[in-house]
């Protein structure tokens, strides 16, 4: 029996440390190659800062993330304003049943809202570009920042509001001057939860970004469609890096929501 359990405790960390390797290598092959000299690789070489500094130069490259941040920064913005909003009206209804509407992007695939977006664009008569992604990320978003900013504001002590509200303020004061600074660590957590996902985004960008605007997923696309280059994994090493960035600056705000 005492063979059986140390047998057991051994597996099961070799059995999850395989698990990560076999996810994460990828990454790590990707990130290695990038720094390779050659054009096609299939090996390694030396190194070299050769595609990045070809990366840095690509005046295209530079326009698709220049509308990925555009894109990116509205969709936080709409998103965080239409999931303000509604939180605190369904304060006031006193009923969580349109909650669940906002639950679904966590259970209808991401395919399935966007074949939905797409067909009431076209119905429409909705020309296709940066303005009909913005709305798609921001739908997208407000699947994420609406459950995040009603569980903070239900754990928010009421009484502060009422002591606000009988000491003369207005509802709009205590707005900005009660209800906002204390919600301020979820508002910026699900701000950059929808940046980060904004910014990877491929599906909604791909259907609903028509020919005049080109995202940074669309773009990395395109140069795979058209032949590997190791500009691509520069520009995948550099969205990689930002995009682990954004997701530990969000968990520190987590952590730090909790401790508070």
């Known amino acids: 029996m005492h063979k059986k359990s140390w047998l057991s405790s051994l597996l099961l960390p070799c059995w999850v440390f395989g698990v990560y390797l076999f996810l994460y290598i990828p990454l790590f092959v990707l990130i290695l190659f990038s720094f390779n000299k050659v054009e096609f690789p299939y090996r390694w070489v030396g190194f070299s800062w050769r595609w990045y500094h070809e990366l840095f130069n690509s005046s295209e ?3 698709a993330a220049f509308h990925s941040f555009i894109v990116g920064i509205c969709a936080v913005f709409l998103s965080l304003l239409i999931g303000l909003l509604f939180v605190l009206w369904n304060a006031q209804q006193k009923s969580d049943r349109l ?12 395919i399935v809202l966007t074949v939905g977006l797409l067909s009431f664009f076209v119905f ?7 303005m ?10 407000l699947g994420y920042t609406i ?20 000491l003369g303020a207005t509802y709009q004061q205590t ?24 910014l990877d985004d491929f599906l909604i960008a ?14 990395i696309f395109a140069m795979i469609r058209s032949g590997v ?25 987590q952590i730090r929501e909790r401790i508070w």
């Open 61 to 63: 490259i530079w326009q």
């Open 99 to 110: 909650l669940t509407f906002f639950y679904s992007n966590l259970i209808v695939p991401e």
């Open 124 to 130: 429409f008569n909705v020309p296709l570009g940066l």
């Open 132 to 141: 009909t992604v913005i709305i798609g990320h921001s739908l997208l978003g």
């Open 147 to 166: 459950p995040i900013l009603h569980a903070s504001f239900s754990a928010l002590d009421k009484k502060m509001i009422e002591a606000s509200l009988d």
């Open 175 to 198: 707005f900005f001057k009660v209800i906002v600074p204390a919600l301020m660590p979820s508002i910026l957590a699900a701000g950059l939860l929808v940046f980060i996902l904004s």
């Open 206 to 219: 791909f259907f609903c970004a028509g020919s005049s605007a080109q995202t940074l997923p669309l773009y």
């Open 229 to 253: 280059s190791p500009i691509v994994n520069a520009l995948a090493t550099i969205m990689l890096v930002v995009s682990s960035i954004l997701v530990i600056a969000f968990c520190s705000l």
